[in-house]
């Protein structure tokens, strides 16, 4: 196991088109989290799964945003009629539920979303 | 309202030199405060992790201080290197929920120059 893994790298897109990302958490990890980051600003808490179940959600997710994680391994990430506004790096981590003060709390690389 | 806040939001310095990173924060109940360094297009990876019984962390080169009191963390960077180039983000994680939040700074943006 190489640590959380996140495809595609980068995403280029129109902007109305819809686009997915996809995590792959560190296999022992049933938690998982998507946090949104732009640029000279740290992480933004998107939305955090615990196994399939999705436990909370941010207001910064809008209509046009949606997270599975369906068998609660890897989850996928859809924005529907992308704006430019979306444009950011998206950012995956996972954890162990059991671990109360984070210590495994690992980040994937990401995915730079553009929007022309 | 829980907020971390970092300074500076940039800093240059020269190979070889050292270098304070500032990291205050107002966040209730506190669990334990981390930090990262995340190169650019990366994402960020740990370097220390403090509960609020410990008031030193090393890794290192990196060295981070905790004062539960005041509520401030530093991280001091020793014989800074050209691959220390990166933003560092100061996170409090709370201590209450069903998951721990974490709370980040914005980040200070390092940059070392030869």
Known sequence: DTGVSQNPR?????????????????????????????????????TYFQNEA??????????????????????TLEIQRTEQGDSAMYLC?????????????????????TVV | KNQVEQSPQ???????????????????????????????GRGPVSLTIMTFS?????????????????KQSSLHITASQLSDSASYICVVSLGSGGYNKLIFGAGTRLAVHP
């Open chain 2, 54 to 70: 410990e008031n030193t962390k090393s890794n290192g080169r990196y060295t981070a201080t905790l004062d539960a009191d005041t």
């Open chain 1, 10 to 46: 980068h995403k280029i897109t129109k902007r109305g088109q819809n686009v997915t990302f996809r995590c792959d958490p560190i296999s022992e990890h049933n938690r998982l989290y998507w946090y949104r980051q732009t640029l000279g600003q740290g992480p933004e808490f998107l």
């Open chain 1, 54 to 75: 999705q436990l909370e959600k941010s207001r910064l997710l809008s209509d046009r945003f949606s997270a599975e994680r369906p068998k609660g391994s890897f989850s």
């Open chain 1, 93 to 113: 981590a996972s954890s162990v539920g059991t671990d109360r003060s984070n210590y495994g709390y690992t980040f994937g690389s990401g995915t730079r979303l």
């Open chain 2, 10 to 40: 940039s800093l240059i310095i020269l190979e070889g030199k050292n270098c304070t990173l500032q990291c205050n924060y107002t966040v209730s109940p506190f669990s334990n405060l981390r930090w990262y360094k995340q190169d650019t």
